[in-house]
């Protein structure tokens, strides 16, 4: 099966940045509704940002908007995550995840997707 990997995760001072990356193995692999994840020590996986297969429509949880920005170029992979003005709170691992159906969906929701990476670490000291 096709596996998504991640890229661009570290360790970065509060106010800083970071840019993520997340592409399939497969090059073959479609276009999808893709979205991103983390996940915090002792805390469940919660919804970051999404973005609809051509790149025309985003969404973000209200604790990172206007802060990071989810993009892909003309429906291609990879597709990014730029955080700006991390805070420690933004400390956790980070998941790309990507559902090949095109239907209408609840971007906030896990089991919504049917692929995922295996995350990369993103650590915000203060």
């Known amino acids: 099966q096709v596996q998504l990997v991640e890229s661009g995760g570290g360790l970065v001072q509060a106010g800083g940045s970071l840019r993520l990356s997340c592409a399939p193995s497969d090059r073959t692999f479609g276009s999808y509704p893709m979205g991103w994840f983390r996940q915090a020590p002792g805390k469940e996986r919660e919804f970051v940002a999404a973005?609809?297969?051509?790149?025309?429509?985003?969404y973000y949880a209200d604790s990172v908007k206007g802060r990071f920005t989810i993009s892909r170029d003309n429906a291609a992979h990879p597709v990014y995550l730029q955080m700006n003005s991390l805070k420690p709170e933004d400390t956790a691992v980070y998941f790309c995840a990507a559902r090949d159906d095109y239907s209408d969906y609840d971007v906030r929701r896990t089991y919504e997707y049917n692929y995922w990476g295996q995350g990369t670490q993103v650590t915000v000291s203060s």
């Open positions: 973005i609809s297969w051509s790149g025309d429509s985003t």
